[in-house]
């Protein structure tokens, strides 16, 4: 898989190439539920002062009115995402009382189902439609499920380094399909190499049993109020956590061999109705209970790890928008909310995951076959449950191969883009950052897993507990921080004006709610 990657990376820097790969862009979504004083997630509304959820840029809800999602512009500058983040960070902390913003991917103390409120958008039809979705996640696999919480990884490589790599190989593809069959190939990868980041990342080995609400569990009891694995790396990535649990049943599986099929099999998806489903009704009573009874509502319902992204006109549909302008950057969607970082993830964190998105780039990167897809499914739940057990081994084409083994492999191809990333750059910070997983492959102790398990036996205290004290100490720790007044300003304006937006788009006459559906979803007909 490696063994091309020194040549074609040499390839690069003769034909002056290689340099551009220092212009990849990074942003970042970073997901956190406000926790009332009682320990208990918020029943709060989004607070009016951080703007409107449906139009704010950068400020807006996941699945619940209480789970906060930051979103960064991209950037050239690794440094400068966390920036951002941060002075998000700020501004929600100057707006949300004496709210806790957890900093964890599991959450806080829940009271079952009704306990969760479902993120309310507004009257307009698009608001409508937001939440409508949502409350058909919610009729489908349950509310708590959907208030665990990550961090996306945004990556896209520069218009002129695609545009250079497009001449130098003479590819015959128009430019557009020629960076989507690129891009496709890095997601095939990193897919392949996917159970990397629950086990150098993960920070979620434990859970409140108040998540699982009485049901029943293969954890372990670590105390009275929280269940764990001994060697598990990332609950949220494992079978407790949100996964689109019909797929095996209807055999449904997005199709990552290129844009065309992976568009089909989501669209095939979307427009086929599930029984199950239809039990449920759309509309009920005159309450709509979800945007429709097929199998995915929409494209965002399919759970994958990673995405191809396209950046949304309107209210268009992310599959339209991939077929008519191409893939613009991925979404890498498998980092827990690191516990241990204020802003839930860290410099080092993103230097090693461009390090992976190049090293993606720059291998071979056949088509998955079904066998592989078992297997590549299989390491991940194996990873997150399992991930420092000693010895663990993964399915590797066919063969068992030790998990350190492999993940060394890989750090070595890296050794390379190590080097060139860290031109120019202070303090060698690819460099660093590649050692310090290596040092994580070859103890496991050394990982944000293993530190949590450690912790919570050194303090005496169980998930809860644990997290709750980080997510106070991060509340500090960012109140601290000098305060920038003019970003402060500008996010206050944003604010603002977003709701000004929502008012402005409540205010226009709407068409019946089912026609603007029925018009959404006819999207793409003759693409």
């Known amino acids: 898989m490696f063994e091309p990657v020194a040549a074609r990376l040499a390839r690069l820097k003769d034909a002056g190439l290689a340099g551009l790969l220092k212009r990849s862009?990074?942003?970042?979504?970073?997901?956190?539920?406000?926790?009332?004083?009682?320990?208990?997630?918020?029943?709060?509304?989004?607070?009016?002062?951080?703007?409107?959820?449906?139009?704010?840029?950068?400020?807006?809800?996941?699945?619940?009115?209480?789970?906060?999602?930051?979103?960064?512009?991209?950037?050239?500058?690794?440094?400068?995402?966390?920036?951002?983040?941060?002075?998000?960070?700020?501004?929600?902390?100057?707006?949300?009382?004496d709210e806790l913003l957890w900093g964890a991917s599991m959450p806080c103390r829940l009271a079952g189902e009704t306990s969760v409120p479902i993120a309310h958008y507004g009257s307009s039809n698009s608001g409508m439609m937001k939440t409508i979705y949502r409350r058909g996640l919610g009729h489908r696999y349950g509310r708590v499920m959907q208030v665990i919480a990550g961090v996306h990884f945004n990556f896209s490589f520069d218009d002129a380094f695609w545009e250079g790599l497009h001449t130098l190989e003479e590819s015959p593809l128009p430019l557009q399909e020629f960076i989507a069959e690129r891009y496709f190939g890095v997601l095939r990868n990193l897919q392949r190499l996917g159970w990397l980041v629950p086990y150098l990342f993960g920070s979620s080995p434990a859970v409140c049993k108040s998540f699982l609400d009485g049901k029943e569990t293969r954890l372990a009891e670590f105390d009275q109020d929280t269940y764990y694995g001994p060697y598990a790396t990332s609950l949220r990535m494992g079978d407790i956590g949100y996964q689109n649990n019909k797929e095996f049943e209807i055999g449904v599986k997005a199709c990552y061999d290129g844009l065309e099929e992976y568009v089909d099999t989501l669209s095939y998806a979307i427009n086929t109705a599930y029984p199950g489903y239809e039990q449920i009704g759309v509309q009920v009573a005159g309450e709509w209970r979800q945007l429709n009874a097929n199998i995915l509502q929409i494209e965002n319902?399919?759970?994958?790890?990673?995405?191809?992204?396209?950046?949304?006109?309107?209210?268009?549909?992310?599959?339209?928008?991939?077929?008519?302008?191409?893939?613009?950057?991925?979404?890498?969607?498998?980092?827990?909310?690191?516990?241990?970082?204020?802003?839930?993830?860290?410099?080092?964190?993103?230097?090693?995951?461009?390090?992976?998105?190049?090293?993606?780039?720059?291998?071979?990167?056949?088509?998955?076959?079904?066998?592989?897809?078992?297997?590549?499914?299989?390491?991940?739940?194996?990873?997150?449950?399992?991930?420092?057990?000693?010895?663990?081994?993964?399915?590797?084409?066919?063969?068992?191969?030790?998990?350190?083994?492999?993940?060394?492999?890989?750090?070595?191809?890296?050794?390379?883009?190590?080097?060139?990333?860290?031109?120019?750059?202070?303090?060698?910070?690819?460099?660093?950052?590649?050692?310090?997983?290596?040092?994580?492959?070859?103890?496991?102790?050394?990982?944000?897993?293993?530190?949590?398990?450690?912790?919570?036996?050194?303090?005496?205290?169980?998930?809860?507990?644990?997290?709750?004290?980080?997510?106070?100490?991060?509340?500090?720790?960012?109140?601290?921080?000098?305060?920038?007044?003019?970003?402060?300003?500008?996010?206050?304006?944003?604010?603002?004006?977003?709701?000004?937006?929502?008012?402005?788009?409540?205010?226009?006459?709407?068409?019946?709610?089912?026609?603007?559906?029925?018009?959404?979803?006819?999207?793409?007909?003759?693409?």
């Open 301 to 527: 319902e399919y759970y994958s790890t990673v995405r191809p992204k396209q950046l949304l006109e309107g209210n268009e549909k992310p599959t339209v928008a991939l077929l008519r302008r191409g893939v613009r950057y991925f979404e890498l969607r498998s980092l827990d909310v690191n516990v241990w970082h204020p802003l839930g993830v860290s410099e080092p964190q993103l230097r090693f995951l461009e390090l992976l998105s190049c090293l993606c780039l720059l291998a071979e990167s056949p088509r998955i076959r079904p066998w592989e897809r078992a297997e590549i499914d299989n390491n991940e739940l194996a990873v997150a449950h399992h991930g420092r057990e000693p010895g663990l081994q993964l399915m590797r084409d066919g063969s068992l191969q030790r998990l350190t083994d492999w993940g060394e492999e890989v750090c070595m191809a890296m050794l390379p883009l190590c080097e060139l990333l860290d031109q120019d750059e202070a303090g060698a910070p690819y460099a660093t950052a590649l050692a310090e997983q290596r040092a994580a492959l070859a103890d496991p102790s050394r990982t944000p897993s293993a530190q949590v398990l450690a912790e919570m036996r050194a303090h005496g205290e169980g998930y809860y507990d644990f997290a709750r004290r980080k997510a106070l100490e991060h509340r500090q720790t960012l109140l601290a921080q000098p305060v920038d007044s003019a970003e402060q300003a500008t996010l206050t304006a944003l604010a603002e004006r977003s709701l000004a937006e929502q008012h402005q788009l409540e205010a226009e006459e709407q068409e019946e709610f089912g026609s603007f559906l029925a018009r959404y979803f006819a999207q793409g007909q003759g693409l």
């Open 25 to 97: 862009r990074v942003g970042l979504e970073k997901e956190g539920l406000r926790v009332g004083g009682d320990g208990y997630i918020a029943q709060t509304p989004h607070p009016s002062a951080l703007g409107s959820a449906l139009k704010h840029p950068y400020i807006t809800t996941d699945y619940s009115e209480a789970l906060l999602e930051l979103i960064t512009p991209a950037f050239v500058d690794k440094r400068a995402p966390l920036a951002f983040l941060g002075e998000l960070h700020q501004f929600v902390y100057r707006h949300i009382g």
